[in-house]
């Protein structure tokens, strides 16, 4: 098999004939997908002399606590119906990672279809995602509004700013590439945005970008929401608490560190009375995004906690590498290391048979690292294991905040 970085001048055509033939863009969308491949690093894989495989990804940045790191997307792994069940997938997603690496993100995080196949490439996963659906009449924010600008399209370099520009909670993200935000606002059917541009030079500074199902009743799907202070995020919700007077139904991911249902009238009486209608309100979750570490020291160099110091040994197994050709220079991060968790952080080659030792995957590990469970919590439902006091300390040295991306990759 051919592995080898688009070449638009010539793949494009079949590039569009793949996404096509997946559904992933509907004809006359092509130039959506040509701003992806124009913003993207894309890697190819050929049968019969053309592309049947792709693999995007893009430069970001993830917060861990009050640091920013640099953090590589996987944004996209799709292959042809010609091509399927011939590990293509699986190898050229697997170089992706790697040349992420090398380039020097210490961590890679994907979108996953389904739990399971990104773990074989040491993937684990992230939180729960907590999906709301309410009345927007029934939103309990009692300020005013004032009259918004409309976002369109057209508006993408504000929008992306804004969404560059908000404050992070831990596990935020940021896609640095502006095509992360062109695309959804190009891609969805009746799109439209509301939002203020309060900044000191007039930019955008606080926003929301919906779909509308319907555009007279709803429901309308919210895909994000700007703000950088509370007065704002009451704003916004203002301005959607004003749409209930047609639309019933406004659905939104969850935003990082709030409860919605504290910002919501008789959430239990709602469900009940919608229940099993097209307007029916209530909270989903799903956990759908991974990520796994691709340099241990690197990521523990950037790691501060604010409790005592835990060290141990680490024996940490990375399936990765026999996905990957021999002449690739970095084989994941499998091996021995010496920990140590706390205010200064280290991970270094070796044992120390004075310590205990924490064995574990790469994605138990990456979880346990970036919060997502404690170790207790992994050592029962992953791969992860080590002495009941040794992970006893260790859920008290990684006492985090649930990692929120606030960006879907």
Not at 57 to 74: C, H, K, M, N, Q
Not at 209 to 215: G, S
Not at 332 to 340: E, L, N
Request: charge should be negative; proline fraction near 6%; include cysteine.
């Amino acid at each position: 098999m051919n592995f080898r970085l688009a070449d638009l001048s010539r793949d494009r055509a079949a590039l569009h004939r793949l996404w096509l033939e997946l559904g992933w863009i509907n004809k006359g969308q092509e130039d959506v997908m040509d701003l992806l491949l124009a913003d993207s690093t894309a890697l190819v894989a050929d049968l019969n002399g053309e592309p049947e495989c792709l693999v995007l990804t893009s430069p970001a940045t993830l917060r861990y606590l009050d640091d920013e790191l640099p953090f590589g997307i996987v944004a996209a792994v799709t292959t042809s119906r010609l091509a399927r069940k011939r590990g293509l997938a699986g190898r050229l997603c697997a170089q992706a990672v790697a040349d992420l690496a090398i380039a020097g993100a210490p961590l890679v995080g994907l979108g996953m279809f389904e739990q399971g196949y990104y773990n074989q490439l040491g993937f684990g996963t992230g939180g729960y995602e907590h999906f709301v659906s309410f009345d927007p009449a029934q939103l309990d924010v009692d300020v005013p509004a004032r009259v918004p600008r409309r976002i369109t399209p057209d508006d993408w370099p504000a929008v992306h700013a804004a969404r560059l520009a908000r404050p992070l909670g831990h596990g935020g993200v940021r896609v640095l590439p502006a095509a992360a935000t062109r695309e959804p606002l190009m891609r969805a059917e009746n799109g439209f945005g509301l939002g203020f541009y309060d900044g000191p030079n007039g930019e955008l500074t606080h926003h929301f970008w919906a779909k509308a199902d319907n555009l007279q009743h709803g429901p309308f799907r919210i895909f994000w929401m700007v703000f950088q202070d509370r007065a704002q995020l009451l704003e916004l919700l203002a301005l959607i608490r004003g749409l209930g007077d047609q639309v019933h139904l406004v659905s939104l991911r969850e935003l990082p560190t709030l409860q919605m249902q504290d910002l919501i009238c008789q959430p239990f009486k709602q469900r009940r009375i919608t229940e099993k209608s097209p307007f029916e309100t209530g909270v989903r979750a799903a956990a759908y995004w991974q990520v796994r570490i691709c340099d241990l020291a690197g990521c523990l160099e950037r790691t501060h906690l604010r409790g005592e110091t835990v060290r141990f040994n680490l024996a940490l197994a990375d399936p990765i590498g026999r996905f990957l050709d021999e002449s690739v220079t970095w084989r994941g991060v499998a091996g021995d290391y010496v920990v140590t968790l706390g205010p200064s952080s280290a991970a270094e080659r070796g044992t120390d048979p004075a310590l205990q030792t924490l064995t574990a995957s790469v994605g138990a590990f990456s979880r346990l690292w970036l919060g997502v469970r404690p170790a207790t919590s992994l050592a029962w439902t992953d791969t992860l294991a080590g002495p009941a006091d040794l992970l006893q300390r260790l859920d008290w040295a990684l006492r985090l905040p649930e990692p929120r991306p606030d960006w879907d990759f």
